[in-house]
């Protein structure tokens, strides 16, 4: 059943709680990137992907590929709050013998679909997965997350020629635009410029929309998987450690360190801010 706005803002924060606890231990991780595809996750498993947690392998399911494989936490967090595997679980996050290592592995997680870390091949995958799946017959989508950084990599464009040149309408892609990547700016770095004008110049059907916002998410993805024959491409505006109060507004947080107190601080943040979500919608009841 589709979850409604307020429920998709609790399960965003829901999985930026997660991905705090789950790296508490640590004491470090890819934080940033984790937070601002906090909501897209929320969505996608909130009612648009066709999934059946107990059965994670089903053949007629909907397929994610998170391209920017660092960012497992996050994947992990949204995986354990829809119970492909029990939340405690997220404690084990890069931890010896753990099913969550610090980048996705279908061998080893429950419900993560494709292996991934590698940049750039994230976009290969997803268009094999979602050609091959088209090929059997499988009304399935493949849902492809990509970060801005990536789209430096050549092999990004030329999934993008392919995916246009075959009609590959099963797939939505999204880039989560944060406007950061390791070491700076994207834009000091490798500008990408108008990415959806990009797209669309490479023939594939492509709009922006606020990837921090969960109805803006969610229209999108309907808005796109109404067009043609075209491949989709989402270009998400986020801010990258967006809902963590340590990463925030700072510029270099893509891999952080953080203390136990800071974590424990940031996670009652995300608490408080569920309980604001929780009372406004006792109000609309």
């Known amino acids: 059943m589709d979850k409604n706005e ?3 803002q609790i399960d965003a924060a829901r999985i930026r709680i997660g991905v705090l606890k789950g790296l508490r231990k640590c004491g470090a991780g890819h934080i940033g990137g984790s937070m601002s595809m906090a909501e897209l996750l929320a969505v996608l498993y909130g009612g648009i992907m066709r999934v059946r947690p107990d059965q994670p392998d089903w053949e007629d399911r909907d397929w994610l590929v998170v391209s920017k494989g660092h960012c497992g936490p996050a994947v992990y967090s949204a995986l354990a709050l829809h119970g492909y595997f029990p939340e405690a679980e997220l404690e084990t996050i890069n931890q010896g013998g753990t099913r969550l290592p610090s980048h996705c592995d279908r061998n ?3 419900g993560v679909d494709m292996t991934t870390g590698s940049l750039g091949q994230g976009m290969s995958t997803a268009l094999g997965v979602a050609f091959g799946n088209r090929y ?3 009304a399935s989508h493949t849902y492809l997350i990509l ?8 092999q990004v464009w030329e999934g993008a020629l392919f995916a246009a040149q075959r009609k590959l309408s099963n797939v939505v892609a999204f880039v989560d635009n944060n406007k950061k990547q390791l070491d700076g700016y994207t834009n000091d770095i490798c500008s990408l410029g108008d990415i959806a004008q990009t797209f669309r110049n490479f023939g594939w059907f492509a709009l922006d929309c606020d990837g921090n916002d969960v109805a803006s998410v969610r229209n999108a993805i309907l808005t796109a998987k109404r067009n043609g024959e075209k491949p989709s491409m989402i270009v998400m505006h986020t801010e990258k450690g967006i809902g963590c109060t340590f990463t925030e507004g700072v510029l270099y947080n893509h891999h952080v360190k953080f203390t136990e107190a800071q974590c424990d601080a940031a996670i009652a943040s995300l608490e408080n801010h569920i309980a604001a979500i929780q009372e406004k919608e006792s109000a609309h009841v």
């Open 136 to 138: 059997n017959g499988r």
């Open 147 to 154: 970060g801005d950084g990536e789209m430096q990599e050549g």
């Open 6 to 8: 307020l429920e998709l």
């Open 108 to 110: 080893r997680t429950p």
